[in-house]
C-alpha cells in the first residue's frame, strides 16, 4: 500500500486524523514517518504512541533555508514515501524542495484559498467580516499557498467567533477532508497535471464533496 510521510511543526491532529482513518480502514496507506522543524511539537508524540518513526530536524541548527530543507529532503528520500503530507508544517520551503518533490506533494491550509495565504488566517477572515471561511487542500507548488485546490470545506463565521472558535470549527473539517484526499491520492485516482489538480478525469476543485 502506499506510503506517506507527513511533516508538522505542532499539535498534529491532522496526522492524528490520518492515523485514525487508516485505523478505521478508511484510508489504505501506511505513514512511514514523520519529521518535525520543532522538537517540541506534540505530534511527534502521537506518532511514537502509533509506533510511527519520528524524526525531529531542528531548523534553528541550520545556518540557511537552503542546508535546512536540503537535510529534510534527504531524511525523506530515505523514507522513499508515495506522497508527503504538509499538515501544520509552518515553514516556507525553498524553490528547489518543492520542485523535487512536485507532484507528490500536499498541504493543508485553513482558509477559502485564493483568499488569505500565509498566517493569522482565522483572525483575518473575522477582521474582514467574512460570513464564510473554511480550509482548502492543495498541491504544493513553488507559489506559496498558491498551488492548484483539491477540495475546499467552509464552515460559517457567527458575529461573536473568536479566531479560536472559527479555528476548532475549521479544523473539525480538516480533520475530514484531508484523510479523504489522502485516499484518493494513494488509490492512484488524484494526480497534478499541467498544474491542475485532477481526479479521476475531472478537474478539481470539487466544493462540499466531503
Ligand atoms: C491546521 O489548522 C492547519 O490547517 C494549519 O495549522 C494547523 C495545524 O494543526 N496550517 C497552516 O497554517 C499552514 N500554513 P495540527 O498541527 O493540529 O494538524
Redesign the pocket.
Known amino acids: 500500500c502506499a506510503k506517506i510521510c507527513v511533516l508538522?511543526?505542532?499539535?498534529?491532529?491532522?496526522?492524528?486524523a490520518m492515523i485514525d482513518a487508516i485505523g478505521a480502514g478508511k484510508l489504505n496507506a501506511r505513514i512511514v514517518g514523520v519529521i518535525s522543524n520543532r522538537p517540541d511539537a506534540y505530534?511527534l508524540e502521537r506518532a511514537r504512541q502509533a509506533s510511527i518513526d519520528a524524526y525531529c530536524i531542528d531548523h534553528t541548527t541550520f545556518a540557511d533555508r537552503e542546508s535546512f530543507d536540503h537535510a529534510l529532503q534527504a531524511q525523506i528520500d530515505a523514507l522513499a514515501p508515495d506522497v508527503v503530507a504538509?499538515?501544520?508544517?509552518?515553514r516556507i520551503l525553498t524553490p528547489a524542495f518543492v520542485d523535487h518533490f512536485s507532484g507528490k506533494l500536499l498541504?493543508?491550509?485553513?482558509s477559502l484559498l485564493p483568499k488569505y495565504k500565509?498566517?493569522h488566517?482565522h483572525q483575518r477572515a473575522i477582521d474582514n467580516g467574512d460570513t464564510e471561511h473554511g480550509?482548502s487542500v492543495h498541491f504544493v507548488t513553488p507559489e506559496l499557498?498558491g498551488g492548484p485546490v483539491i477540495i475546499q470545506s467552509r464552515v460559517p463565521v457567527f458575529e461573536d467567533d473568536t479566531a479560536e472558535e472559527l479555528?476548532q470549527r475549521?479544523?473539525e473539517q480538516?480533520r475530514r477532508i484531508y484523510p479523504l484526499v489522502l485516499h484518493w491520492y494513494c488509490s492512484g485516482r488524484l494526480t497534478m497535471n499541467d498544474n491542475k489538480a485532477v481526479l479521476d478525469n475531472e478537474i478539481l476543485p470539487l466544493s462540499g464533496y466531503a
Do not use: C, K, R
Not at 8 to 16: A, D, H, K, W
Open positions: 508538522i511543526s505542532g499539535n498534529g491532529s491532522n496526522l492524528q505530534g504538509l499538515a501544520g508544517y509552518m498541504n493543508i491550509h485553513p500565509g498566517l488566517t480550509v499557498d479555528a475549521v479544523q480538516e
